[in-house]
């Protein structure tokens, strides 16, 4: 694909992926709110003003090794199939 093209695509791609039907926004309340989300399925950022003298941010990562037949990484070179997306 063309840079064009690609560009373009992209920009319908996170166009539609941003509609307000599909947005989600967490308020902090209180220092110890969590949030959870899988990466692989989820875009996420944090805006400006979230965190600004507010509280501490405390991000930390938990990686899940699934050793299933199915898992992502453990599929036939070049599978599009991951689990529990068609």
Not at 1 to 23: C, D, I, N, P, R
Not at 41 to 47: G, K, P, S, W
Not at 64 to 69: A, G
């Amino acid at each position: 694909m063309k840079e064009q093209e690609s560009t373009e695509l992209l920009k319908y791609l996170f166009g539609h992926a941003s509609q307000a039907q599909y947005v989600c926004t967490i308020k902090w309340e209180n220092a110890g709110d969590l949030i959870l989300w899988d990466n692989t399925c989820v875009m996420h950022r944090a805006t400006h003003g979230d965190f600004e003298g507010r509280a501490k941010r405390d991000m930390r990562r938990t990686t899940v090794h699934d050793s299933s037949s199915t898992a992502w990484g453990l599929n036939e070179v070049g599978s599009a199939y991951r689990a529990g997306f068609p």
